[in-house]
């Protein structure tokens, strides 16, 4: 992940309502994209464009060198941009599609497109194109755009050449945090196509279709960016645990042991999604974005694996991005909800992996371990009314050395879609405010007339909590410190306390 | 399944363009299910399936790769596709471009493993027959096709069950046939989930006798 710290100032294009076409706009859009050439909502726009007077772009540095290319280049681009985003008789795109809050693109740095969240990538080729120019733009002044402020959107920059990943939201989440998802999207196409063969392939064919390598791969993009809206596991990067008895965790993760093998990296069990133990070699550990992304694609594909024991190559990033990892994926039940995994160095090690699930099944069964997974999953929600303390309406618990989280179901009164949105928009707006780069806070404390929130970092932990708005601060104060003896007192069960090695 | 997968007998790899139904195929041999109700689900990777099938008085495990038939896992193919005895090509047959790719994918697999006997396999017959859709490639073109390349040819239905056991007992037949083969077989037990076949079954429904 880059350096937060490397967002410096704001540079502010000149907002002046003229707007100053660069002659060489056509040229360059048009030598940047293909495309856009034959759109032909191209030429006329400059009536059009609407400037707001807060717009601004943030980039790597802020200089203000006079480049080859002017800021007002800039400025004309971003201000197209918003403008394709938002014009009701712009192009093909609909009005549905422009209603969406966040948007994600991926191109490459040629302006192929690559992915889109909404709509199909070949009718976006105008807009990617001036997302390509901005990047070329910037890119031409020695700088790298990071994001720009238009109104209430926000559009975020990820530049991993060949690739180019922007994200266009007018949700409440933060740059930062948006930069996150990206940084999710990314790394779940490296987990297909792996670094060293993008790298490889685009080093010779700058124009090259990446969906081709990438067939069959949208439902993991759809399927993470759906989640990256509604579960605090990205948000906090951290993974939630099936809870489970102590003891019987243990003896999952005895069972995990028993396949060990050459070359075996990685077992992991994971039920319903959530995780239930991970046995690992002693060198290495499963970084935690690369957990994430391996429970992606399990969970958006579960009903693929059912024909089987199915085995395919997977690139962890953080393991290691410019090599393929093995993955043999089983569901030892048949309503697929508990999936074995394992991950090997051997892209021949099928058999012999067939042959540790079977050791590991025969060792499960003995303990009875399916059993107690399928009773845990059966009451794994908890209500927040288990721990005990009636103004407490709903939380969010991190342990940071050990990546994982905790949280209640959400049960009244955010019970209903809409409540759950908003109340998951609060954490994303306090987790923001006290990880803003620019200046970290320890506790945040807010009140409103629906809720009173609590955000708390402390050095073990993260919480997020939601109290009844009637809640007074001594009230809420207690009540975090009996919520801290409940979590401690279930660790065991709530969390992988332990992972055990090969 | 409580098969010894480390005694596999015959590999057999399913191949062919995505879509072209051969996860349902091996969905409906392995499971005798066709899940129709679900949206597609492209397979990622390959799939493994074994199942144990009587041949006479012999066993033949089949051990079958399902693959993804997408780009990505084109080189990776070529893995499942080694030592492979059997490989069952799919073709829809309301769908003209799937048997062309069908033709593309036997070429590479003859370059690679001369020996390994193809089985072309039209699916969705049932398509066809409810008038659903109507048929776009010719039998009598993919016999004669099948014909010059010594590829057996059977039309089946992963949704009415029609020719797919057929096509896996033929398989597992033409496979104690050749003596090679034959050494290395063990009689085994018999068990419940086993498909019985005896020599006169074979051969019944195939539409292109050889
Ligand atoms: N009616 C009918 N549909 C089928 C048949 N076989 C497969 N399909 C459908 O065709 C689609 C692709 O099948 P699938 O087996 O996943 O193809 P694969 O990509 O080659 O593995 C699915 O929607 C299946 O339901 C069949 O025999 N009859
Ligand atoms: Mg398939």
Redesign the interface.
């Known amino acids: 992940m880059e350096d937060d710290a490397t967002i410096l100032s704001t540079g502010h294009v000149t907002s002046s309502e003229s707007v100053d076409v660069p002659s060489d706009f056509e040229n360059l859009a048009s030598s940047n994209s293909q495309n856009s050439a034959s759109n032909p909502a191209n030429p006329d726009i400059q009536e059009e464009v609407f400037v707001s007077a807060d717009d601004q772009y943030v980039s790597d540095s802020a200089l203000s060198l006079p480049g080859p290319s002017s800021d007002d280049d800039i400025s004309f681009r971003q201000r197209k941009l918003t403008m394709l985003m938002t014009e009701e008789d712009e192009s093909e795109l609909s009005s549905s599609w422009k209603e969406k809050k966040s948007h994600i693109f991926v191109l490459t740095e040629a302006g192929k497109p690559v992915y889109s969240r909404h709509g199909c990538e070949d009718k976006l080729s105008s807009l990617m194109g001036v997302m390509v120019a901005i990047v070329s733009c910037v890119h031409d002044r020695n700088d790298t755009i990071r994001s720009i402020v238009a109104g209430n959107r926000k559009f975020v920059f990820l530049i991993k050449l060949p690739l180019v990943l922007v994200a266009v939201s007018s949700a409440l989440e933060t740059i930062h945090q948006i930069e996150i998802h990206l940084h999710y999207v990314y790394n779940t196409i490296i987990s297909v196509v792996s670094l060293s063969q993008l790298n490889r392939i685009y080093s010779t064919q700058k124009n090259y279709d990446l969906r081709r390598l990438l067939t069959g791969t949208d439902k993991f993009l759809d399927h993470l960016c759906n989640s990256m809206d509604q579960d605090p596991q990205y948000l906090l990067r951290a993974v939630k645990c099936l809870p489970l008895a102590g003891h019987m965790r243990d003896f999952v993760g005895q069972s995990l042991q028993q396949s060990k093998t050459d070359d075996l990296a990685f077992a992991v069990l994971v039920s319903s999604g959530q995780v239930v133990s991970i046995c690992r070699l002693k060198e290495h550990n499963l970084d935690t974005t690369d957990l994430q992304v391996l429970l992606n694609l399990v969970n958006a594909s579960a009903t693929s694996f059912h024909a089987g024991e199915s085995w395919l190559p997977i690139c962890l990033a953080q393991f290691n991005p410019s090599g393929f990892l093995h993955a043999h994926i089983s569901f030892l039940d048949e309503k697929l909800q508990t999936c074995l995994i394992f991950l090997s160095a051997d892209r021949d090690a099928f058999f012999t992996l067939c042959e540790c699930k079977k050791k590991v099944v025969a060792k499960l069964n003995k303990h009875k371990c399916l059993e107690a997974i399928h009773l845990a999953y059966s009451k794994a929600d908890y209500t927040v009314s288990k721990v005990g303390i009636p103004e407490l309406w709903h939380f969010l618990y991190k342990t940071n050395n050990i990546s994982q989280f905790t949280c209640p179901e959400f049960s009244v009164p955010y019970h209903n879609e809409k409540q759950r949105q908003r109340l998951f928009g609060l954490y994303q707006e306090m987790h923001g405010k006290i990880h803003n780069p620019a200046a970290p806070l320890k506790l945040h404390y807010s009140v409103s007339d629906e809720e009173t929130l609590l955000a708390w970092v402390a050095s073990g932990f993260e919480l997020y909590a939601t109290f009844s708005p009637l809640v007074t601060k001594n009230q809420a104060i207690s009540a975090v410190d009996r919520l801290l003896r409940w979590i401690k007192h279930r660790e065991d069960e709530l969390f992988m306390m332990r992972t055990l090695t090969f | 399944m409580g098969i010894d997968?480390?005694r596999?007998d015959c590999k057999v790899v399913l191949l062919g363009k995505?879509y072209g139904g051969k996860?349902s195929l091996?969905?409906r041999f392995?499971h005798e299910q066709f899940n129709e109700a679900?949206p597609y689900?492209?397979?990622?990777?390959?799939?493994?399936?074994?199942k144990r099938v009587a041949v006479n008085d012999k066993f033949v495990i089949l051990g079958i790769w399902?693959t993804?038939g997408?780009?990505?896992y084109q080189a990776?193919s070529r893995?499942y596709y080694r030592d492979a005895k059997a490989a069952i090509v799919c073709y829809d047959v309301t769908e003209q471009t799937s048997f062309q790719r069908a033709r593309f994918w036997i070429d590479e697999l003859l370059q690679n493993e001369e020996n390994c006997k193809v089985y072309l396999a039209g699916t969705k017959i049932d398509l066809v027959q409810s008038h659903t859709k109507p048929r776009s490639v010719d039998l009598h073109d993919v016999c004669d096709y099948g014909e010059a390349i010594k590829a057996a040819v059977l039309e089946t239905s992963s949704k009415t069950g029609e020719n797919v056991n057929d096509l896996f007992l033929k398989i597992a037949f033409d496979f104690t046939k050749d003596p090679y083969n034959f050494e290395k077989l063990e009689d085994a037990i018999c068990d419940a989930s086993v498909v019985n076949v005896s020599k006169a079954d074979n051969n019944r429904r195939n539409c292109c006798h050889r």
């Open positions: 997968n480390n596999v995505e996860t091996l969905e392995l679900s689900q492209s397979t990622i990777g390959a799939a493994f399936g074994a399902d993804a997408s780009e990505r990776m893995l």
